[in-house]
């Protein structure tokens, strides 16, 4: 009996069954499974065969539940749901076999530094990842991940829409970077003395005032407003300009070009607080969640990345 059943038994058959035993009608289960109506009576019928015992009987123009079918149906319905589940669930993420394509938003302040870490990780633990860095600031991060332009970001941000969710990676401090070839400075640096400098900032809109003036409510002698950190460096090479920037730039250009110096500033600046940010959308992704735990474990590894208590983004995120 038991290898007949096996044998003419659709499994096919079983959703059939449910799906009418939920609609309570032949043509009600035929709808919600896209069928005719004589398809759904024929599967029945073969599937009465198959039982040998009735499971449905006629009442008024639908059908309800033989004692045999309320029998199956308990025994039935969750192995079903627990079929169409396995089917439908997507595969698990493996990070060793994985190709996924990581579209991740980096600010310019960070990405020479955090960069190369990441991709140096994601090389042993994911080498068939690949990485697409999309350039975003405090302005434009927000807008990025909500529209699916990013699906992770390190940026510095103002204000995060319910949509995004975030923490904080860490907090830099601010330092001077100069060419001590063409610029003699004291040490320490004195307010009157960084004052009197000609100066280079970083302004992504190209406003010339930035955190320094906001904190003292004294302007630089600005010579030069670059777009980007890309070629600080350069500009500095040589010149005569002094430069306000985040600790972890300083650090990162002094390894390319050793002969450039560091110096304390002589008044105090808010720390930036650095964010991890990511769609909330997106939270349950394994994928993206891997990326993220590999960036935290990144930025604790890193010597540029000094917690500090975290201070007002909005000052933080203007021009250098």
Not at 226 to 253: C, H, I, N, Q, Y
């Given at each position: 009996?038991?290898?007949?059943?096996g044998?003419?038994?659709?499994?096919?058959?079983l959703?059939?069954?449910?799906?009418?035993?939920?609609?309570?009608?032949?043509?009600?289960?035929?709808?919600?499974?896209?069928?005719?109506q004589?398809?759904?009576?024929?599967?029945?019928?073969?599937?009465?065969?198959?039982?040998?015992?009735?499971?449905?009987?006629?009442?008024?123009?639908?059908?309800?539940?033989?004692?045999?079918?309320?029998?199956?149906?308990a025994?039935?319905?969750?192995?079903?749901?627990?079929?169409?589940?396995?089917?439908?669930?997507?595969p698990?993420?493996?990070?060793?076999?994985?190709?996924?394509?990581?579209?991740?938003?980096?600010?310019?302040?960070?990405?020479s530094?955090?960069l190369?870490?990441?991709l140096?990780?994601?090389?042993?633990?994911?080498?068939?990842?690949?990485?697409?860095?999309?350039?975003?600031?405090?302005?434009t991060?927000?807008e990025?991940?909500?529209?699916?332009?990013?699906?992770?970001?390190?940026?510095?941000?103002?204000?995060?829409?319910?949509?995004?969710?975030?923490?904080r990676?860490?907090?830099?401090?601010?330092?001077?970077?100069?060419?001590?070839r063409?610029?003699?400075?004291p040490?320490p640096?004195?307010?009157?003395?960084?004052?009197?400098?000609?100066?280079?900032?970083?302004?992504?809109?190209?406003?010339?005032?930035g955190?320094?003036?906001?904190?003292?409510?004294?302007?630089?002698?600005?010579?030069?407003?670059?777009?980007?950190?890309g070629?600080l460096?350069?500009?500095?090479?040589?010149?005569?300009?002094?430069?306000?920037v985040?600790?972890?730039?300083?650090?990162?250009?002094?390894?390319?070009?050793?002969?450039?110096?560091?110096?304390?500033?002589?008044?105090?600046?808010?720390?930036?607080?650095?964010?991890?940010?990511?769609?909330?959308?997106?939270?349950?992704d394994?994928?993206?969640?891997?990326?993220?735990?590999v960036?935290?474990q990144?930025?604790?590894?890193?010597?540029?990345?000094?917690?500090?208590?975290a201070?007002g983004?909005?000052?933080?995120a203007?021009t250098?």
């Amino acid at each position: 009996m038991l290898a007949s059943y096996g044998r003419d038994l659709d499994l096919n058959l079983l959703r059939v069954f449910v799906a009418v035993a939920d609609a309570g009608s032949v043509t009600g289960a035929a709808s919600r499974l896209y069928l005719t109506q004589p398809a759904v009576s024929a599967a029945l019928r073969r599937l009465t065969t198959a039982v040998g015992a009735p499971l449905l009987v006629r009442q008024g123009r639908g059908v309800v539940l033989s004692r045999r079918g309320e029998r199956m149906l308990a025994e039935v319905r969750p192995h079903l749901q627990a079929l169409l589940a396995a089917a439908l669930a997507p595969p698990r993420f493996c990070a060793a076999d994985s190709t996924h394509v990581v579209r991740l938003g980096m600010a310019d302040s960070v990405e020479s530094w955090l960069l190369p870490a990441l991709l140096g990780e994601l090389a042993k633990r994911a080498p068939a990842m690949t990485v697409v860095v999309v350039p975003v600031q405090f302005r434009t991060v927000a807008e990025a991940l909500t529209t699916g332009k990013v699906e992770v970001a390190v940026s510095v941000v103002d204000e995060v829409p319910a949509t995004v969710m975030s923490e904080r990676l860490f907090s830099g401090s601010f330092v001077c970077l100069y060419d001590p070839r063409r610029v003699r400075l004291p040490r320490p640096l004195t307010v009157e003395r960084y004052f009197a400098q000609d100066h280079v900032i970083v302004s992504y809109n190209a406003d010339l005032r930035g955190i320094v003036e906001d904190v003292t409510g004294r302007t630089r002698r600005v010579r030069c407003a670059l777009a980007s950190f890309g070629s600080l460096g350069e500009v500095l090479d040589g010149s005569g300009l002094l430069a306000t920037v985040p600790a972890a730039v300083a650090e990162r250009l002094r390894k390319t070009r050793p002969h450039l110096r560091v110096v304390g500033l002589p008044f105090e600046l808010p720390a930036t607080p650095i964010s991890l940010l990511w769609p909330a959308a997106m939270d349950g992704d394994e994928a993206c969640g891997f990326v993220r735990q590999v960036l935290r474990q990144v930025v604790v590894k890193s010597s540029v990345a000094r917690a500090r208590p975290a201070a007002g983004s909005r000052l933080a995120a203007r021009t250098r």
